[in-house]
């Protein structure tokens, strides 16, 4: 359950930000990179 939900925000708000860079960019890379830690430690 917690990978598809990541998968579904890396493919579609990471993508996006990434797309249009800039902070937005960065706040996403950073929240993506969060969860794929909390999902490491449990």
Known sequence: ???G???QHLDHCVRE????GG????TKLH???AAIAR???S
Not at 17 to 20: G, L, M, N
């Open 31 to 33: 929240e993506a990179s």
């Open 23 to 26: 902070d937005e960019a960065d």
């Open 5 to 7: 939900l990541l998968d």
């Open 39 to 41: 999902l490491v430690r």
């Open 17 to 20: 930000a990434v797309a249009q």
């Open 1 to 3: 359950m917690s990978l």
